[in-house]
Every structure is written in structure tokens, then in C-alpha cells.
């Protein structure tokens, strides 16, 4: 059975920093290419910053220098660390697994940024 754990999601400051984690079971975690997507109210869900098998990242133009995507293969866990937070960026963040024709989900963690 496929799980996506998020964690570390909260209510925090305009200017704040948190680091999302998302723990994966089920899967051969170093095989998959592992993204962050985000959903905010009334919105359509969008990509924030994507982590290839290789270890080759991508991010969101409004994310850019902000927000930095890693992951630990012996942890099976991808980070993403949020600085600069805005309200803006005031989301569900959910991660996600993809291999092939195989894309899992996680259930989600609210971040919420208060100005």
C-alpha cells in the first residue's frame, strides 16, 4: 500500500520560514520524481517545485528564491523549505509521487500565512 505523509504545515507570520516534509511507503522512493503542488481557496491546484530521481529541480516562477526542494532517498522523505512567506502563499501543500503511468498523493498540509 502507497502512502504520502505530509507534515509541517501551520500558521505563521508574513516574512516566516517553514519546511514541509512529505514521507513516502510503499513505493522505491529513489526511482520516483517527486513534486509539491499547491491549492489555495477557490483556486486551481498548481505546481510549486518538482525533484527528479536525479536529483534535478524546477520551481515555480513565483516561488523562485524562495522555496527550495530536496529529498533524502535514505529517509524516502522530499523537503520543501519556505522562506520569505507571503499571505499569497497561503495554501494546502500536497506532495506527489510520479513514476510512469504511477502518480500517488499525499492527503495535504495547510499552510497558512497571516499578514
Known amino acids: 500500500q502507497v502512502q504520502l505523509v505530509e507534515s509541517g504545515g501551520g500558521l505563521v507570520q508574513s516574512g516566516g520560514s517553514l519546511r514541509l516534509s512529505c514521507t513516502a511507503s510503499?513505493?522505491?522512493?529513489?526511482?520516483?520524481?517527486m513534486f509539491w503542488e499547491r491549492q489555495a481557496p477557490g483556486k486551481q491546484r498548481e505546481l510549486v517545485a518538482d525533484?527528479?530521481?536525479?536529483?534535478?529541480?524546477n520551481y515555480a516562477e513565483s516561488v523562485k528564491g524562495r522555496f527550495t526542494i530536496s529529498r533524502d532517498n535514505a529517509k524516502n522523505t522530499v523537503y520543501l523549505q519556505i522562506n520569505s512567506l507571503k499571505p499569497e502563499d497561503t495554501a494546502v501543500y500536497y506532495c506527489?509521487?510520479?513514476?510512469?503511468?504511477?502518480?500517488?498523493w499525499g492527503q495535504g498540509t495547510q499552510v497558512t500565512v497571516s499578514s
Open positions: 525533484i527528479t530521481s536525479r536529483s534535478y529541480t
Open positions: 506527489r509521487a510520479s513514476w510512469g503511468p504511477y502518480d500517488y
Open positions: 510503499g513505493i522505491i522512493f529513489r526511482d520516483y520524481d
